[in-house]
């Protein structure tokens, strides 16, 4: 079984930055596919970014302001935020999965998820 638990939200003013991080232990490879994803109260949650060993991929809406990295060493994966935008504010969840679309970040595909962390970003 693998867990995963992020860490690092918090509240900020627009234009600021914060980094996530989820920590995975038990059954976890350096080649499994990690993820963020976000959700606001009711909406559907949506990818925010994704890792695949060196590839990433991201949504529309945070490129070139959020960037996802991997420390294989540590078991962690790293959500970089910066510029965030009100619109930022959501619950952010670190997902994990054994095979996924490089080009797509699907909620579908993957199967072990975190807890979540809260992200807010007043204006």
């Known amino acids: 079984q693998l867990q995963l638990v992020e860490s690092g939200g918090g509240s900020l003013q627009a234009g600021g930055f914060l980094s996530l991080s989820c920590a995975a232990s038990?059954?976890?490879?350096?080649?499994?596919?990690m993820a963020w994803f976000r959700q606001v109260p009711g909406k559907e949650r949506e990818g925010v970014a994704h890792?695949?060993?060196?590839?990433?991929a991201y949504a529309d809406s945070v490129k070139g302001r959020f960037t996802v990295t991997q420390n294989n060493a540590m078991n962690t994966v790293y959500l970089q935020m910066n510029s965030l935008k009100p619109e930022d504010t959501a619950i952010y969840y670190c997902?994990?999965?054994?095979?996924?679309?490089?080009?797509?970040?699907?909620?579908?595909?993957?199967?072990?998820w975190g807890q979540g962390t809260q992200v807010t970003v007043s204006s």
């Open positions: 997902a994990s999965t054994s095979v996924c679309t490089l080009s797509k970040i699907s909620i579908r595909e993957y199967r072990s």
């Open positions: 890792i695949f060993i060196s590839l990433t």
């Open positions: 038990g059954y976890y490879t350096s080649r499994n596919c």
